[in-house]
């Protein structure tokens, strides 16, 4: 479906500073350093820790590619003299107001955003109110916020016609963090409380100094109506609800959270968020650990837990999900990594604790599979560059009148060349009857080529498992080229797809876009299924635009909604 332009005036756009276009080649090496963003610290000897750079290295894309444009003298040397040149350009650049422009659109996909830059926008999240299916709030890594003068970097997406197409959009302001004002930094979230009132989610830190000073992870609490008519960009008024639902401790930093808002037995209408917590003060050869926490907060904000330990004594873990589920329940996924911090190749424990409905004491751990053929942080796929590894999704249904659990995961079928490249990525699924005591699975959902990215949901109107993932199985020459796949499973009998779709055609060339290419296309992407329909927020190329409205329209990386009947 063609992209419909807004109605909005000029003013409601986003910041952004004016640079030539020699300047945006530098972004191209700036960039690059997220490739790295897997690999395992290495040690300075001489305080046996790492350094700066290394940390960065180590958590999420957004915060390295922010932190060395703001300190252009902690980046690599090896692209530190092209970073301080970029920085020099942004602080001498215009600040003005970006206003629309021709894009070549492609009819078949609804792009869902109004960058007339050609700046990037990955890691998807979404959300779908489930009384007014027509109101659809999604959240990317949006690039624009490189360029926003007050540092904020996670993107908001916002439709009053169920993602066909934009109503307006913007950037999630700062939230106060102990006493200082901390700039959204990525990792979105979104998700649907009760009367269709909206939540994001996003790390908050300052990218001029994301170690030395507050961090948190910051929740977001708006309406519907408010988003459609706020200004957009990064004004306040469109989330004047907010509030850091946990700050770091110092040495330590909060990456990759999760949340999700439910109903939740006794305590009515709760929001949980679950996220890990890196302590870089470690007393170990790698330099850091990492613990997962889960923190519930009333359905207004107003009020919130302590932060809850939930991986017990687990020394590396990540990739935390929380799902409150139909029976009121709290079930929170995660990985613990053995093999990382030794050098030895890795498996990922893909692990559950269960809280009663109401409650914040979660039961005991139990382990849904140890995966010794992970996508292990610091590898690759065989014929792709982008950062990717081993991630767990969770989601539970009603199955006889009892709670059913799901988790899936993706894994290589063989790893070679130290066990670092993947070959044959699957999709996986395993189920649980009785609350993790017990295992069924794992199948594989995926059927073949390189499978990753997987995401999954539940019907609560029907009897439906949905689990959709990024698939190279249509580029039958290379295993390069991506597609969006779909697959639909009864969730009372999942071991046999009832349906496979394919969401995208022609498939997208991951590595097109002119600033990040084949580096980094985000962590995730998200499925929505409600009512016998699917949406499915992604991102891909498909989109030509002028690079800050100089030269030629290119592709480059947008995200998109699929819209499909399950």
């Given amino acids: 479906m063609a992209h419909r332009p807004s109605s909005r005036g000029p003013s409601s756009r986003l910041t952004f ?28 000897t001489a305080n046996e820790r790492p350094s700066i750079d290394n940390r960065l290295l180590h958590l999420s894309s957004s915060v390295a590619v922010r932190a060395w444009l703001a300190n252009p003298g902690t980046a690599p040397e090896y692209i530190r003299p092209q970073i301080e040149a970029l920085a020099s350009a942004r602080d001498a650049g215009a600040v003005q107001r970006s206003s629309p422009s021709s894009t070549t659109s492609v009819s078949q996909f609804n792009r869902f955003n109004e960058d007339v830059l050609g700046l990037p926008q990955n890691e998807e999240s979404l959300t779908v109110c489930p009384s007014r299916p027509r109101v659809t709030l999604g959240g990317t890594n949006d690039y624009r916020g490189l360029l926003n003068p007050r540092g904020n970097f996670t993107g908001w997406h916002f439709s009053f016609n169920g993602g066909r197409s934009l109503n307006n959009e913007g950037l999630l302001p700062a939230v106060d963090v102990r006493g200082a004002q901390r700039p959204s930094g990525g990792d979105p979230v979104s998700a649907t409380g009760r009367n269709c009132s909206l939540y994001s989610a996003s790390l908050n830190y300052d990218p001029n100094d994301p170690f030395g000073s ?28 907010r509030r850091a639902v946990a700050t770091n401790r110092p040495g330590h930093f909060l990456d990759k959270e999760w949340m999700t808002v439910g109903r939740s037995g006794s305590a009515g209408s709760v929001v949980w968020t679950t996220y890990s917590d890196f302590d870089f003060t470690a007393d170990n050869p790698a330099g850091f650990t990492a613990q997962i926490y889960a923190v519930r907060c009333s359905a207004n904000l107003a009020t919130c837990t302590n932060p809850i330990l939930i991986s017990g004594n687990d020394e590396d873990v990540q990739f935390s999900d929380v799902t409150i589920g139909p029976d009121g329940r709290t079930y929170v996924t995660w990985s613990e990594i053995r093999g990382e911090l030794e050098g030895t190749p890795q498996t990922f424990i893909h692990k559950l604790r269960v809280a009663p409905a109401g409650s914040t004491n979660f039961g005991p751990t139990r382990i849904v599979h140890r995966e010794k053929l992970a996508i292990p942080f610091g590898g690759k796929l065989n014929a792709s560059e982008f950062r990717v590894a081993t991630y767990p999704k ?21 790893r070679v060349l130290g066990e670092t490249v993947c070959e044959d990525a699957v999709v996986k699924l395993s ?52 597609d ?39 962590d995730y992407i998200e499925v929505v299924a409600l009512n016998g329909k699917a949406y499915l927020h992604y991102n891909a190329n498909y989109v030509a635009v002028p690079l800050l409205a100089e030269g030629l329209p290119i592709p480059q990386q947008d995200n998109f909604i699929a819209r499909t009947r399950q």
């Fill in 17 to 44: 500073v004016s640079m030539s276009s020699a300047l945006f080649l530098l972004l191209v090496t700036l960039v690059t350093g997220s490739q790295a963003a897997n690999e395992r610290p290495s040690i300075d």
């Fill in 214 to 241: 507050s961090n948190g992870i910051g929740v977001y609490r708006s309406t519907p109506r408010r988003l459609a008519d706020c200004p957009g960009g990064d004004a306040k008024s469109c989330w004047p609800n």
């Fill in 394 to 414: 969770n989601t539970v249904a009603k199955v006889g009148g009892k709670p059913r659990v799901f988790v899936t995961w993706d894994a290589c079928s063989v």
């Fill in 431 to 482: 189920w649980s009857d009785d609350r993790g005591r017990t295992w069924h699975g794992p199948v594989t959902v995926s059927v073949r080529g390189q499978n990753y990215f997987p995401t999954i949901d539940t019907d609560p109107f029907r009897n439906r498992v949905l689990v959709g993932y990024f698939t190279s199985r249509y580029d039958l020459g290379f295993d390069n080229r991506q």
């Fill in 484 to 522: 969006v796949e779909l697959v639909t499973l009864d969730s009372r009998q999942p071991r046999q797809p009832i349906d496979r779709q394919r969401l995208t055609s022609p498939s997208n060339e991951p590595e097109a876009d002119p600033l990040l290419g084949g580096i980094f296309i985000g």
